[in-house]
Each structure stands twice: as C-alpha cells, then as structure tokens.
C-alpha cells in the first residue's frame, strides 16, 4: 500500500463574496492511496479564515500521514486531530479504498439515480442587482430554498433586497435561509433578528461571533427567527464539550461540515447529540471539489433528512474534476452511466 498527496486549486467561475471578503479561488488536497490497481482518493478542503488546520504544518503533516499509511485510519487519526480536513480526507480516502469502485462509498439509491438530494441554492453577497440576478436565476432553475449570505452590505440594503423578494414571492414559494457568518454585534443582534423577521426567513446561521456562549443562548431564546449554529461547532473535539455546547445554547438547528469539524464519524457524534436535544441539523459542503462533494452526499442520502442540504456547490469552479453529478430543480443528482474524469491523478494510479 502506498500513499500520495497533491494539492488543486480551485478557480471560481464568479468570485464568491462573503463577509470575510471576496473568494476567487480555494485550495484543496487530495490523498490518494494505492494497492495495485486498487485506489481511493479523498480531498482536504482548506478555506481560508475558517478552516482550522495549523496551516504552516499542513503538508508536513499530510506528508506523515502517506508515509505511514499502513498505520491504518484508526491509528493516524490520534495524531491529526488538529487537522480536521486531514481526518476528512482520510477519512473518506480510505472508505474510497476499501469499496469495490472509488467512487462508489456507500450504496444507495442516490447513486443508483434512483432518488435525489433537496439543496438550497446559494447566494453569494455582492452588489444588490448582483444578488437580485443571482436569486432570479436560482428560482428560475427551479430552487424553492435559497440561502443568502448577509453582513457585508449596508444592513439597509439587505433589508431591501429581501423586502423586494417577498414582493415577489411568499414563504410557500420560497424558503429563505440567512448566513451571518458572526457579522452582528450582539448589542444590536436582537433589533436585526426582528427587523429580518419581516420576511418570513426559515432560519439564520452564526448571527453572532462564535464563542460567546451565553450570548449566543440569549439570542437562541429571544430571536423571533430560528437560529443556527455553524463555525460554532468548529474545534470542538471533546464529546461532553459538545453535549454542553448544545445544551447550554440551545439552537434550533446545527449544520455540519465535515471537512471543518473532523470527518463523517465526527459528524455522526453531533446528529446523535442534536437528535437527543431534539435539535435539527443538515450538512453543507466546505467548499470541496466533486471529490469531497462525492463523499458527503453519499453519507448524507443514508441518514434519511428530509431537510434541503447545501451541496449546490459542485458547478462554481471552472476546473472541477467532472463527475456523473449534476443539479436540476433545486436538487442534486447523480447519474450512474457518467464517467468521472481522473486525469488530475492519472500519474498515480497508472
């Protein structure tokens, strides 16, 4: 058994704006194990500002864990637990391995094309025609829940934005979900949250900065919109930590990104604890290729959530590895008799 790692970079189509600025490209590695003619490839989705892998040691580290790789993924995860989107990659790198086709890591009838995943269709910030434009479409292309990301523009102008879509469009047609990402300042979060109530809005993620738990539990009790949680779960490794987490603040929902909080097997550990609070939850890509992109919606379909996930991610690069997945609707798909592309890691398999 050997082991390799190569980084890609991923160019968007159109530059993504967020609250921490604007993306136009993003990072990913891959690991790819091999036996034969036997392989598996998993991807490590770096996004910069959120992910907390200890950047400076990164490849070092993905270097230790190829040349070790016969260690097996029980014993390397002890030593990368500070490197979630490593454990993700291996994670999944090995499940890729050991299935009797790559790509192929759970059986379903997603993957059969059978049966299809709802997703939200996401809404990058910019400037309000821009927005306007890309909400437009989204509906157009048959989306009943979109998520927009909000806290970069004048607060004014969200306001209008979301007042000119409910003109257009009542919470029957349209779900809005909103993404904060930490952008309000407690003093005024509670006056914002009912200011956006207005617009019938589904729920909010991460109003306010992550760990401040006693504010967060005020804004989960008092917001007239249902709030919830994402960077929070970020770093938190320590099951009580997460039991007190919940507990304590409360959410009305949490959303997993495996790539940013350890893994699959980390990810089951928080739907447990969520389903024991009776907290909602659904998952959202970190920004992967189709490679990460592949692994999750394939762990996803089995849990059997009814709720629109966010995975509406796999048509913003401009060279993404190509793979039988495809959106129409408003949900994801797979097609069984499309072939993945594998030329970015020919050389390691042939």
């Known amino acids: 058994m050997k082991a390799f790692y190569f980084k890609h970079v991923l160019k968007f189509k159109i530059p993504g704006g967020t609250s921490r600025g604007v993306l136009k490209n993003k ?43 016969h260690l097996g993924f029980n014993e390397l995860s002890k030593k990368i637990q500070e490197y979630p989107s490593i454990l993700f990659g291996l994670e999944t790198a090995y499940l890729s391995y050991n299935n009797s086709t790559p790509f192929n890591l759970f059986k379903s009838n997603f993957m059969s094309g059978k049966e299809f995943i709802p997703i939200n269709g996401l809404i990058w910030m910019g400037e309000k025609s821009f927005m306007k434009n890309q909400i437009k479409e989204k509906i157009e292309n048959g989306f009943t829940c979109i998520k927009i990301k909000i806290g970069a523009l004048d607060f004014s102008l969200e306001l209008d934005l979301l007042k000119s879509i409910r003109s257009e469009y009542s919470d029957r047609d349209i779900e809005i979900r909103l993404d904060a990402n930490g952008s309000f300042d407690f003093k005024i979060a509670l006056n914002k949250l009912d200011e956006l109530s207005n617009f019938k809005i589904h729920s909010i993620e991460q109003p306010i900065e992550v760990k401040q738990w006693d504010k967060m539990a005020v804004i989960c009790k008092k917001s007239p919109i249902d709030i919830a949680l994402d960077e929070e779960l970020i770093g938190i490794n320590d099951i009580g930590e997460k039991k007190q987490l919940l507990s304590e603040v409360k959410p009305s ?34 920004l992967e290729s189709n490679i990460g992109l592949n692994s999750i919606s394939q762990w996803l379909f089995n849990k059997n959530t009814s709720l629109r996930q966010g995975l509406g991610t796999g048509m913003l690069y401009s060279n993404n590895i190509s793979s039988p997945h495809y959106i129409e609707n408003g949900y994801l798909k797979y097609n069984p008799k499309l072939q993945w592309e594998t ?6 398999i042939n």
């Open 27 to 69: 990072i990913s590695w891959f690991i790819l194990i091999r036996d034969g003619e036997n392989y598996g490839i998993g991807e490590c989705s770096l996004i910069n500002g959120l992910s907390p892998d200890p950047i400076f040691s990164f490849e070092s580290k993905l270097k230790e864990v190829c040349e070790n790789i």
């Open 253 to 286: 929902y949490i959303i997993l990104k495996p790539s940013l909080i350890g893994g699959l097997k980390k990810s089951d550990i928080w739907i447990e604890l969520a389903n024991s609070q009776g907290i909602k939850w659904w998952s959202t890509s970190a």
């Open 343 to 348: 030329k970015l890691f020919d050389k390691y």
